[in-house]
Nanobody, 115 residues
Framework: QVRLVESGGGLVQAGGSLRLSCAAS????????MGWYRQALGKQRDLVAG???????NYADSVKGRFTIFRDNDKNTVYLQMVSLKPEDTAVYYC?????????WGQGTQVTVSS
């Protein structure tokens, strides 16, 4: 069974940093798309950042310049480096992967930024 397993969430003060990791297990195939979504309490799930297997990236405007997505294709792992965190970044962060669209999801990891 193919799974995405996230790690690295937690509680951090505003201005701090966190790195999220997401490893794909159960497959050696490389996903063309890997990315991170987030969902704050009472809000919809939105794309934070995405990356292709070739390294092309895209970011939500709200995180540009603060978050960096990168991947290790050999390990089938995607990372999200977050710096200068703000309280409004508080959310459950979900890893996602797919071929044409995102159709495989992780269980989510909580990121809480205190002011």
């Amino acid at each position: 069974q193919v799974r995405l397993v996230e790690s690295g969430g937690g509680l951090v003060q505003a201005g701090g940093s966190l790195r999220l990791s997401c490893a794909a297990s159960g497959t050696a195939l490389r996903f063309p798309l890997m990315g991170w979504y987030r969902q704050a309490l009472g809000k919809q799930r939105d794309l934070v950042a995405g990356i292709t297997s070739g390294g092309s990236t895209n970011y939500a405007d709200s995180v540009k310049g603060r978050f960096t997505i990168f991947r290790d294709n050999d390990k089938n792992t995607v990372y999200l480096q977050m710096v200068s965190l703000k309280p409004e970044d508080t959310a459950v962060y979900y890893c996602a992967a797919g071929r044409i669209d995102y159709d495989l999801w992780g269980q989510g990891t909580q990121v809480t930024v205190s002011s």
